[in-house]
């Protein structure tokens, strides 16, 4: 069994739970795949098995790769989907950062879920993702987000005007900062932080939901997937920002837009005790009476 393993970095602090992970997986007979940059940013922190195998693009992972572990936060793993993309690569997500809503592993279960990779008792579950098309080239071979897109005025401009269609039927036109169109996973990230509704991840819906919209009486909408939503944007300055999760573009204010749901879903790994409402309530505090 090949692992690849990804990460932006590891805090001093952490290096501990890490070594762990190397140890497990090599007394486990799994061969480790480091992301090189990463390697050669703790290649003299750490121990490392003698099979030790690298990648650096996406085209260095292949049908031998049986999983890509995240170290780190969600941002880590929004990250590794430029690498996975249709590969079919299910992705484990160690959580390192703060809240983790994709990232759901804590560092307490390391062990654990690589027993669960070894012995097959993991769950996976289906992720949608959200395509971005316009008559210009935008994000590379990339064009794809597992939380977002997002339209956004610029630094300190005056706010944008975008005209929202849905298969060509005209939905409204947001007078605010911006727009979020979310997939079910990333109803629980930027969408969320703006006033949008928590989707079930298998719901089969967008979420668009205005950031700071001047109408006060519009509100978020969730609508069917299978929709192609286009944009206009019209705005006192010449361009405006475009962002797929974490990777942002200026963008022309004359680009045509338009999202759809990707062809291709990606796996997240959870082990068989987590599900979504377990991460719901640990993550937002559900329950939880403060007054005690």
Known sequence: MKVAIYSRIIEESERAEVQQLLDELHRRHI??????????????VFRFPPDLLFFRHSNDLNESIDFLISLGG??????????????DIPIIGINFGRLGFLASIGKGD???????????????????LIHLDANKTLFGEVPYGLNEFAIHKTDTSPMIRIHTYLNGDFLNTYWADGLIVSTPTGSTGYSLSCGGPVVFPESGSFVINPVAPHNLNVRPIVVPDD???SFEIEGRADSFLCALDSRKEIVDKNVQLAVRREKFDVSLVRLNENNFLQTLRNKLSWGLDRRN
């Open 31 to 44: 061969q480790p795949v480091i992301y090189l940059p990463f390697y050669e940013c703790i290649s003299n």
């Open 74 to 87: 969600d941002g880590t793993l929004l990250d590794t989907i430029a690498f996975v993309r249709d590969k």
């Open 110 to 128: 390391m062990l654990l879920a690589v027993q669960a990779l070894a012995e097959r008792t993991y769950v996976t579950d289906k992720r949608s």
């Open 227 to 229: 929709n192609v939503i």
